[in-house]
């Protein structure tokens, strides 16, 4: 635990949350997850939700940070499955330049990948 990534969440009128260009996320994403950590709870994010703003940054760390997190085990297929559906969603309304969609498609891929592998305990 080095630090804390901060993220300001717009919600719509409805309350729900909004990601990029305004798509909505999905609410479970925002519930807290505890944890221990030593000897103290604290509640951390939802790890699809950290993937998701990870894959939107274009800071060099932040894709060891997602295989790190495929690693926990933590982040399933099916979050994997989601943030994809959210960040199509977003291309089409952003009309996002191509290679942006194509770097994100392969980054997804590579999590897709890193989560395949840590969910069959093998070593990435």
Known sequence: FNYP???LIKRNQKGEPLGWSGVELPE????AQPAELRGV???LSHPAKVAYFKLHST???DLTDLRTL???????LDDVVEIE????KENIVRRVATNIRSGRRHKIRMLHEW???AAQGSNL
Request: glycine share 0%.
């Open 5 to 7: 990534d901060v993220h």
């Open 85 to 88: 559906h959210v960040i199509n």
């Open 70 to 76: 495929a690693e926990t085990r933590k982040l399933t």
């Open 59 to 61: 800071r060099d760390y």
């Open 28 to 31: 479970k994403w925002f519930k």
């Open 115 to 117: 989560v395949t592998r």
């Open 41 to 43: 709870t604290i509640n």
